[in-house]
């Protein structure tokens, strides 16, 4: 069996990572990955990490590149690789552009497609934009549907998929944070804490905020960094901000917190390092998908900085709380966990119910039975 696996960007390495590990380990499977760099320097970290040599690099990045542009791109380059290798199975990860054009090129060449994390919704296409259209289509061509949670399967059959090609994995970012946070704490982050004075013993409570999605763009984000900036005002908390490098992004940071006490802006981080700093945080502040899943993990309540999120479970299971980019809310509910003991507790304890660490297994055991 001839499998490829696509992916271009950091959270979509870090997901197929545990996936493309155990295929190659497999007998009886040819396993490649082909990548489209679309986000090249943040990618390139997560393959040294998971030690992931691609045989495929399109190296598609270009600064100021449209989504059609990009799109056209993955087209263009990626078919040749196809009509080479003539995999049996393609298989990509969540609903970046990535995904979108792999999944139809994958249709086109009637080549089975295997979506993982599937099912995921917010019922807005305009939240998150794109994302929400491309997980949409690629649900479409999909050969098999491999699910983290029973609600994302739900969403599914709703929509018309048939049960049996639905598989309840779990998600394979718990099988890559457990091995990532097994390693060594990186020097940098033990400094760092250190000089913050956030300690075991807490002397002070770290909050780590991570913002950066389209949506949020201009208005929602300068309110965010406005709830930022009131909430350092606190002098029992640190806050840390490892800043996008999306000029969108930087310009209103810069503008907002540069050289505001109790905040500090870091470069991205890659994810080792990233993952050690959600363990020694004391509250979670962002717009991201995966720290939604990650961060529950290490009991870490996260306050989500969107209007609406396509990972329910999180806010069923108390995980997570839906906050928006509104300052004042922003402040109010984080203020809340930071003086509320009995609510911090509600939100730390709860269990994760992204998946158990074995989500890999389950897939690669679906597509040989396929």
């Not at 197929?16 to 190659?24: C, E, F, G, N, S």
């Not at 939240?127 to 999909?142: G, S």
């Not at 300052?327 to 809340?336: G, L, Q, Y």
């Amino acid at each position: 069996m001839k499998i490829l696996s696509v992916f271009g960007t950091r959270p979509e390495a870090i997901k197929m990572a545990p996936i493309v590990r155990l295929l190659r380990q497999k007998e009886g499977i040819e396993a490649r990955v082909c990548v489209t760099a679309q986000h090249r320097q943040m990618l390139d970290q997560a393959l040294e990490l998971f030690d992931i040599k691609p045989e495929y690099d399109l190296d598609l990045m270009r600064e100021g590149q449209s989504l059609a542009q990009i799109s056209a791109r993955i087209f263009t380059h990626l078919e040749p690789i196809l009509e080479e290798f003539k995999p049996d199975w393609i298989l990509a990860v969540g609903d970046t552009t990535t995904v979108l054009t792999t999944s139809l090129l994958a249709f086109y060449r009637k080549i089975k497609f295997g979506h993982v994390e599937a099912g995921l919704r917010t019922h807005n296409k305009w939240h998150p934009f794109p994302e929400e259209i491309n997980r949409r289509l690629a649900t479409v061509t999909a050969e098999l549907h491999f699910a983290p949670t029973e609600w994302s399967k739900g969403n599914l059959i709703r929509e018309g998929v048939d049960e049996e090609k639905i598989h309840v994995t779990g998600n394979s970012v718990i099988d890559a944070l457990k091995f990532v946070a097994s390693q060594e704490v990186p020097s940098g982050i033990t400094a760092l804490l250190g000089n913050l004075g956030v300690t075991s013993q807490r002397n002070k409570r770290l909050i780590l905020v991570t913002a950066h999605r389209r949506e949020n763009f201009g208005e929602p984000m300068e309110n965010i960094y406005h709830a930022i900036k009131e909430l350092s005002s606190r002098s029992d908390v640190e806050i840390v901000y490892p800043v996008h490098l999306n000029p969108n992004v930087r310009e209103p940071v810069n503008r907002i917190l540069k050289g505001t006490s109790r905040i500090t802006l870091l470069p991205p981080l890659d994810y080792l390092p990233l993952v050690h700093l959600m363990k020694h945080a004391y509250l979670i502040l962002t717009d991201s998908g995966g720290i939604q899943e990650e961060a529950p993990t290490f009991g870490i309540p996260v306050l989500v900085l969107r209007e609406t999120t396509e990972r329910p479970e999180g806010i069923e299971a108390g995980t997570l709380k839906l906050v928006g980019t509104e300052t004042s809310r922003i402040v109010n509910e984080a203020s809340h966990l930071l003086e509320d003991p009995v609510a911090y507790a509600a939100m730390a304890k709860a269990a994760n119910p992204y998946g158990d660490g074995h989500a890999a297994e389950r897939i690669v055991g679906a597509l040989l039975k396929a």
